[in-house]
């Protein structure tokens, strides 16, 4: 599960990114508006934590322009602007959710999921594909069973859940790529061991 945190506050942005991975999540981080509106365009995201005061922008506008392309990437606002108007225009400009600051970093991965479950595989537990049983909260993968568990490594889950969720695309193994090691894809060299890893 890839997570794009766009935020301005240096020591929030490392915090964001420290959770990001101890919760097991691929991160791609952004300390201003155009740096994340440049990763989104590059990038398809599961969930971008984004800020609304950008010194260079409005997390606003950059949610109107993620929307206006189409992109689906789930979107939950994280703001210490806690107004009722800016909850009702952030959900309406197509945010998930919006959580201010303060925050418990548990509700936050808690509502991080809840949008992953829904945007990639609209369920709200278990994700079934063939023979496959995915607990997407747990990174669970098993096979017919969740007792009969699959030993998948962080990026060899990535993969798989990311082909479960788009299996009704073509998915060209640069995009794979791409989605598993954003901006460090020319080191991907490990990327036919991984896929090959899943195949079997």
């Given at each position: 599960m890839k997570l794009l945190i766009i935020e301005d506050e240096p020591e929030m942005l490392k915090s964001l990114e420290d959770f990001a991975i101890e919760e097991g999540f691929t991160c791609d981080t952004a300390g201003n508006y155009w740096d994340g509106a440049e990763r989104i365009n590059l990038y398809d995201y599961d969930c971008i934590i984004l800020d609304i005061n950008l010194p260079d922008g409005s997390g606003f506008d950059l949610l109107e322009a993620l929307h206006k392309t189409d992109k689906t990437d789930g979107v939950i606002i994280l703001s210490a602007r806690n107004s009722?108007?800016?909850?009702?225009?952030?959900?309406?400009?197509?945010?998930?959710?919006?959580?201010?600051?303060?925050?418990?970093?548990?509700?936050?991965?808690?509502?991080?999921?809840?949008?992953?479950r829904r945007k990639q595989f609209k369920t709200n537990k278990l994700v079934r594909y063939s023979n496959l049983i995915i607990e997407p909260d747990q990174y669970i993968v098993g096979v017919n069973e969740l007792e009969s568990k699959l030993s998948l490594t962080k990026k060899e889950y990535a993969i798989l859940t990311h082909l479960i969720s788009n299996h009704k695309r073509v998915l060209t193994k640069v995009s794979l790529a791409e989605y598993i090691w954003g901006d460090y894809v020319d080191e991907a060299q490990s990327f036919d061991f991984l896929f090959s890893q899943i195949k079997t």
């Open positions: 009722l108007d800016d909850k009702i225009k952030g959900l309406g400009l197509g945010a998930d959710d919006y959580l201010t600051k303060p925050f418990y970093f548990s509700e936050l991965n808690a509502r991080v999921k809840a949008i992953i």
